[in-house]
């Protein structure tokens, strides 16, 4: 007896699938098919955030340039080793605990020079007022990942970055190293004050100022969680 025409066919479908599935999973690698994205916490002790600032104008050399460090950085990064495209992270930089002028972050930089207790106090109350960066109404500057573009080590990521009630996009070149458990993440990129709707500090009818443009270096480490 011959079997049914509707069994042959449902056959013959089942037979096509798996031999148009196995070129594919031979292109995706061994075991890429059933890899799954990890997800990572970012660890606030081990990450760090600087963002510097330059000064402009007639008279900046009565000034200083700046460096602001983020500590306590918090967020989340899903990552997949087989597909980096599909790179997710949301990162919270809370705006009250950035450091001023730490005097190794300044030599880091290569600025010469310290500031004192005074001018540091001055500069951090110039940072969070409602005309800068709104400390009290905007507690905090959020970043997120909306695409990954290359190939560990080397990534390129477009983020969205929100200050205040301004949203813009960036881009920024990345090292991702992958040691265990621990995802390491380091970079830079530049933005513009102007962007986000503040405008740069200015004293003296513009003698002293800062430039719009500032530039943000960045080491992102994060540990795997434990299911």
Do not use: C
């Not at 007639?58 to 200083?64: P, W």
């Amino acid at each position: 007896m011959h079997p049914p025409a509707r069994d042959t066919r449902r056959r013959w479908t089942g037979l096509v699938a798996a031999g148009l599935a196995a070129p594919a999973l031979l292109l995706l690698g061994p075991g890429s098919a059933l890899a799954a994205p990890r997800e990572y916490t970012l660890d606030p002790a081990a990450s760090l955030l600087r963002v510097i600032v330059q000064r402009q104008g007639a008279l900046s050399v009565l000034a200083h340039d700046h460096v602001f460090a983020a500590k306590g950085l918090a967020g989340r990064i899903s990552f997949n080793t087989d597909a980096p495209a599909a790179t997710a992270a949301e990162i919270s930089i809370p705006v009250a605990a950035l450091e001023v002028d730490d005097s190794k972050e300044r030599e880091r930089e290569g600025f010469t020079g310290e500031l004192n207790e005074s001018n540091r106090a001055s500069v951090r109350t110039n940072m969070l007022a409602p005309d800068q960066l709104a400390a009290a109404a905007f507690p905090r500057i959020t970043v997120a990942v909306e695409r990954t573009e290359g190939s560990l080590p080397s990534l390129r990521l477009r983020l969205r970055v929100r200050i205040r009630q301004q949203e813009q996009t960036l881009t920024a070149p990345v090292t991702a190293i992958l040691n265990g458990d621990t995802l390491t993440v380091r970079g830079e990129t530049e933005l513009l004050q102007s962007a986000f709707g503040i405008t740069p500090y200015a004293s003296l009818l513009g003698a002293i100022a800062v430039q719009d443009a500032v530039r943000v270096k960045f080491e992102i480490v994060a540990r795997a969680s434990r299911s």
